[in-house]
């Protein structure tokens, strides 16, 4: 078994911003998971004591509070920074942008439309500021299906595939009077996915290494997926099946923004010795 790892992968510029500034706040507390991999939020707790607390209101006065990688919604903010609370803020910058750009066109009479997951924490933060109800879309298809205004403008979750954006943005050039498309997918994330897209095409089996909530973990083996059927997602070494590699010569990895160098390691180590 010969092992080929994908040309971009791994930690992301936010993720590491934010894992560095956890290692140097220590005893703190972040409000929801900093990143989307529980191995290394345990790692961070069990080393650093940086806890995790799902509930704004349960954040104590005198606390130091670490905001997620993904951001928070605008009131929760303001209510920490009404409280006598130390707060660090490791939004990524990539998440900021599109909070910033849906505050300033909603402002300007824009309906925002927003290419995501709904019930993702970026998705719900950047939602929250929009003066006026956007519209979330999770594809084309319910798109089409919406009620769409003359005057629109459309941001994206950070870790969406860019030729669906580019399928949404087209569609509403051709139906509304205005369009205002802002490319918000992250760099990071369209590198990862077009090298795991040149990887999968090469392998027997591809291994995508992240947590299992993560979205743009996801979306890398939703990609592979497309080029290479035996391809699949684990947390750590101890998600990977003995027969998943029976018959094969060579395998791909690749791992999500939130995927440290040491899961990566790890996995490595154990195809080798299957």
Request: with cysteine.
């Amino acid at each position: 078994m010969k092992i080929k790892m994908a040309k971009n992968y791994g930690f992301c510029f936010g993720v590491k911003r934010a894992i560095q500034i956890a290692e140097k706040t220590k005893d703190s507390v972040t409000l929801g998971s900093l990143i989307h991999n529980p191995k290394e939020i345990s790692r961070l707790q069990l080393k650093f004591g940086v806890k995790v607390e799902e509930n704004t209101q349960a954040i104590s006065n005198g606390q130091n509070v670490i905001i997620r990688t993904h951001g928070i919604p605008k009131t929760d903010l303001e209510y920490l920074r009404s409280q006598d609370i130390q707060i660090t803020d490791a939004t990524c910058p990539y998440v900021t942008k599109p909070q910033q750009i849906v505050e300033s066109m909603s402002k300007e009479g824009y309906q925002i439309i927003i290419f995501g997951d709904k019930t993702h924490p970026e998705v719900k933060g950047v939602m929250s500021y929009s003066t006026t109800k956007p519209l979330v879309i999770s594809s084309l298809e319910v798109l089409k299906k919406a009620n769409v205004k003359k005057k629109v403008a459309l941001v994206s979750q950070t870790t969406k595939q860019a030729q669906n954006l580019l399928q949404i943005a087209s569609y509403l050039i051709t139906h509304c009077y205005e369009t205002r498309v802002f490319n918000t997918i992250c760099n990071a994330t369209f590198d990862n996915q077009e090298s795991a897209r040149e990887l999968s095409k090469e392998v027997d089996i591809m291994i995508i290494i992240g947590g299992k909530t993560s979205s743009n973990t996801k979306q890398l083996l939703n990609i592979a997926q497309q080029n290479c059927p035996d391809s699949y997602l684990v947390e750590d070494e101890n998600d990977l099946q003995h027969e998943w590699f029976l018959g094969k010569h060579l395998c791909g990895i690749t791992a999500g923004a939130s995927t440290p160098d040491w899961i990566i390691d790890k996995v490595k180590e154990k195809i080798l010795s299957i």
